[in-house]
């Protein structure tokens, strides 16, 4: 063929009727059957065999053959029924695959687990984005949406239970542990349907619906519980989901033992809080929508309250840093903290079990928590920064404190372990 398609760049072609004319080189003339030439331009291929055994069916035709297969299966067949037009354009044109082959190679591939394909017009994603985003919905059917490939494989190494999973390709299922699918709904939607309800530009492709964690049951790393100390959070009234999402992230990575949230704070489990925590929920305990009660309930009896205070100055901070005599008067707008007597964050704060108050950008401490620090004996803590620059957005602030609080615990527990060694010694 490739010889015949060389002269004929080279010399010319004439159709006949039943003849195809061709000249070459050296003026020799060919004659090729012109039927037997366009049959073998329509040929396509029958069967498509891989290295690996695997075997698929390929039934490609033009539109003219389509449109004769059509017309063949909307005759009666041998037993006289009707076969519809459709019918006979799905199996004569198009993709046909080997329907047993493929099906046992993917549940194979699967370690067995089925799933079920959404036909057009379901509405079960929907549903499920619209219980994601509404705080009274998951309460009241206490169900979570989580989506991407991180987060649902951190929520079920915690242990958190799967209720339906939504992917947009069986790729996506490998990305997970399968053994941990068994017991879940796996559905398969369309990648369009997903980024119609995704809050993401580019979802990854698969949606996972949780019952809510309790966060008392929850199985954490074993390596977080080891390198946890004695350092708790409360978050009072942080409102923004990307702040709260950004502090929770802040204090499991500073290895604190809880964290504690006031009624006042946006849901923990809302999606932007989730994305910006990056996993945090499931390497530490959280406990959310709690009052001031219950609140003093999850800390230790020998707990010290500290808050984080949101002035841009300290008491005693002057342009030139700090002055020796620093005063302890307050003014009219730190009467409202209380009587709560300020301290540098780099100073000692963190001796025992220490609970540290971090207020939201827009409403600040409420008086509950300026209480609770009041009746420990807690402080102020405050972050120096230049002159005439703003004071630290409540996540920066959460930041600071909590890594310097970690700081100073673990240099507290080496003072006790050296001292233990050196009484063991003599």
């Known amino acids: 063929m490739a010889a015949l398609v060389y002269n004929v760049s080279r010399g010319f072609v004439v159709f006949g009727e039943r003849s195809l004319l061709l000249r070459g080189h050296n003026n020799h003339r060919i004659s090729v059957s012109a039927r037997r030439y366009v049959r073998g331009l329509r040929r396509r291929p029958v069967a498509v065999l891989y290295p690996d055994g695997e075997r698929e069916r390929l039934i490609r035709s033009n539109e003219a053959a389509d449109k004769m297969n059509r017309k063949l299966f909307a005759q009666k067949d041998r037993h006289g029924e009707k076969v519809s037009e459709r019918a006979g354009s799905r199996q004569w044109s198009g993709h046909v695959s080997e329907d047993t082959e493929e099906s046992s190679l993917m549940r194979d591939k699967l370690a067995g687990l089925r799933f079920e394909k959404a036909p057009p017009g379901d509405d079960r994603l929907a549903k499920v984005a619209s219980v994601a985003r509404s705080r009274a919905l998951q309460d009241k059917e206490g169900k979570v949406l989580l989506e991407g490939r991180r987060l649902i494989c951190d929520a079920l190494s915690a242990g958190v239970s799967l209720q339906t999973l939504f992917f947009s390709a069986v790729e996506r299922l490998h990305e997970l542990p399968l053994d941990k699918l068994q017991q879940a709904k796996l559905i398969k939607v369309r990648y369009e349907d997903m980024k119609t309800w995704s809050d993401l530009v580019a979802p990854q492709g698969v949606i996972a619906i949780f019952s809510k964690?309790?966060?008392?049951?929850?199985?954490?790393?074993?390596?977080?519980?080891?390198?946890?100390?004695?350092?708790?959070?409360?978050?009072?009234?942080?409102?923004?989901?990307?702040?709260?999402?950004?502090?929770?992230?802040?204090?499991?990575?500073?290895?604190?033992?809880?964290?504690?949230?006031?009624?006042?704070?946006?849901?923990?489990?809302?999606?932007?809080?989730?994305?910006?925590?990056?996993?945090?929920?499931?390497?530490?305990?959280?406990?959310?929508?709690?009052?001031?009660?219950?609140?003093?309930?999850?800390?230790?009896?020998?707990?010290?309250?500290?808050?984080?205070?949101?002035?841009?100055?300290?008491?005693?901070?002057?342009?030139?840093?700090?002055?020796?005599?620093?005063?302890?008067?307050?003014?009219?707008?730190?009467?409202?903290?209380?009587?709560?007597?300020?301290?540098?964050?780099c100073e000692s704060w963190a001796q025992r079990s220490t609970a540290l108050v971090i207020g939201g950008d827009s409403h600040g401490l409420s008086p509950e928590a300026l209480r609770l620090a009041v009746e420990t004996e807690g402080r102020r803590l405050f972050v120096p920064v230049a002159p005439g620059v703003e004071s630290l957005n409540s996540a920066m602030a959460a930041s600071v404190l909590l890594f310097e609080g970690r700081r100073q615990l673990l240099q507290l527990s080496d003072k006790t372990r050296r001292k233990t060694r050196s009484k063991i010694s003599k």
């Open 213 to 345: 964690p309790d966060a008392s049951r929850l199985e954490f790393p074993k390596e977080m519980r080891l390198q946890s100390v004695p350092l708790f959070l409360l978050c009072d009234n942080i409102r923004d989901a990307g702040t709260l999402g950004t502090v929770l992230r802040c204090a499991a990575a500073a290895g604190c033992e809880r964290v504690l949230l006031s009624k006042g704070c946006v849901n923990a489990w809302g999606p932007k809080v989730l994305r910006a925590a990056m996993g945090a929920h499931f390497r530490l305990p959280v406990f959310s929508n709690l009052d001031w009660d219950e609140i003093s309930e999850h800390l230790p009896e020998d707990v010290v309250v500290h808050v984080a205070d949101d002035g841009t100055q300290a008491p005693g901070q002057t342009e030139e840093g700090f002055s020796d005599d620093s005063s302890d008067e307050e003014s009219d707008d730190e009467l409202s903290l209380a009587g709560l007597k300020p301290r540098v964050y």
